[in-house]
């Protein structure tokens, strides 16, 4: 069985046939199923001596090649001709709201069923005409089933404008037909940096929204903002944050998005028990190590009592320090190589306290 579009209503099949076996030359002699007599008797063309044959022209309806040679070789090929009109299709917006998008497709068909007759007996067959459709867009979204549900509704509708387009084919032709999408669909986004630290951390919150009129900043520390970048956002108290970004579109479609992975670390201190002030750029300095600190005070004694160096500070100035140089003082005077005895005091963002004992003891000076 041969299927042809004819959607013009003027296209014109061919047959062309080989023999299966034998030796050629071969004759090849062209029928017509007639249902006057219930066979193929109705003649069509005929060529001798070649090795395979077309029939062209063909209208509608069954044919049967007849093929011999000079040896005594005899077959016959048969095939039935169908012509086919383009399926009637359309596509089209059924509905949409803020969270979807439902499309809507007719795949009506010209011909629904082809008749042939059983070459045996005559009698009258059908076969159906079978159609597959398949929903696309440009550019690409989520279509969800696109070859299974002729009327979709997709719940991730797209960001931005599309052309939807439904193409429909049956045995013999294929049609499309599409629809453009002019979007009204809002998204929450933004990005985090730095999404960890100690504290003071400063997070720049950056909008990646689409097609957001108002915002909403819930920065998970009790305030808000509803600013379209809200600039650089302080946490202070160690802990673990979370971020909310709710949005809405000049059509009142409502998103959110949340962050929930801000972490601010605990305060921390250690002290080191040995320096070494040589300007080789390793180990030059007294400098504890801090996270999360509020304030820091450092004293330095000599072992006879006398203090060499002093600090204390917090916010811009506790961030700027880089420790005890090994100057005595704020002079250009070395202390000598030897041991020396420190008082440390901190507290940390999250309020613990950092002045027993075990912040009190030696560090020893090499040069």
Not at 87 to 111: K, Q
Not at 208 to 213: L, M, N
Request: aromatic content about 14%; overall charge negative; charged content about 20%.
């Amino acid at each position: 069985m041969f299927f042809f579009c004819n959607s013009q209503g003027t296209s014109s099949a061919a047959l062309n046939a080989a023999s299966p076996g034998g030796v050629g030359p071969f004759t090849f002699s062209w029928f017509r199923w007639s249902d006057a007599t219930r066979g193929f008797t109705d003649p069509v063309t005929s060529q001798t001596g070649v090795m395979n044959s077309t029939a062209a022209n063909l209208t509608e309806g069954g044919y049967r090649v007849n093929i011999s040679n000079s040896q005594g070789y005899s077959t016959s090929l048969t095939a039935w001709i169908f012509y086919d009109s383009s399926p009637g299709a359309s596509a089209r917006l059924a509905n949409n709201t803020c969270d979807y998008v439902a499309l809507d497709g007719d795949t009506s068909s010209v011909i629904r069923r082809f008749y042939y007759r059983d070459p045996a007996n005559g009698s009258n067959l059908g076969l159906k005409n079978e159609i597959s459709f398949t929903w696309s867009s440009d550019p690409e979204s989520v279509i969800p089933f696109p070859s299974i549900e002729l009327n979709p509704i997709t719940f991730t509708p797209p960001l931005e404008d599309v052309t939807y387009r439904l193409r429909v084919s049956t045995l013999g032709c294929a049609t499309e037909a599409s629809f453009f999408y002019e979007s009204i669909h809002v998204k929450a986004d933004f990005t985090v940096s730095p999404v960890e630290g100690e504290a003071p951390l400063e997070v720049t919150l950056t909008d990646k929204s689409v097609r957001a009129a108002t915002y909403l900043w819930e920065f998970g520390d009790d305030s808000i903002s509803t600013e379209k970048d809200p600039g650089p956002h302080t946490y202070y108290i160690p802990d673990e944050y979370s971020v909310k970004l709710t949005v809405e579109s000049q059509l009142h479609c409502i998103d959110s998005m949340r962050f929930n992975d801000i972490v601010v670390e605990p305060s921390a201190l250690a002290i080191p028990n040995v320096f070494t002030p040589n300007e080789d750029g390793l180990n030059d300095r007294f400098m504890i190590d801090k996270r999360s600190l509020r304030y820091v005070s450092v004293v330095v004694f000599s072992r006879a009592g006398i203090k060499v160096y002093d600090f204390q500070g917090e916010g811009q100035i506790l961030k700027e320090w880089d420790g005890w140089d090994g100057n005595v003082g704020n002079s250009s005077a070395k202390a000598s190589p030897g041991v020396y005895y420190y008082i440390i005091k901190a507290l940390g963002w999250d309020d613990v306290k950092y002045d027993s004992k075990e912040y009190r003891g030696f560090v020893y000076l090499y040069r």
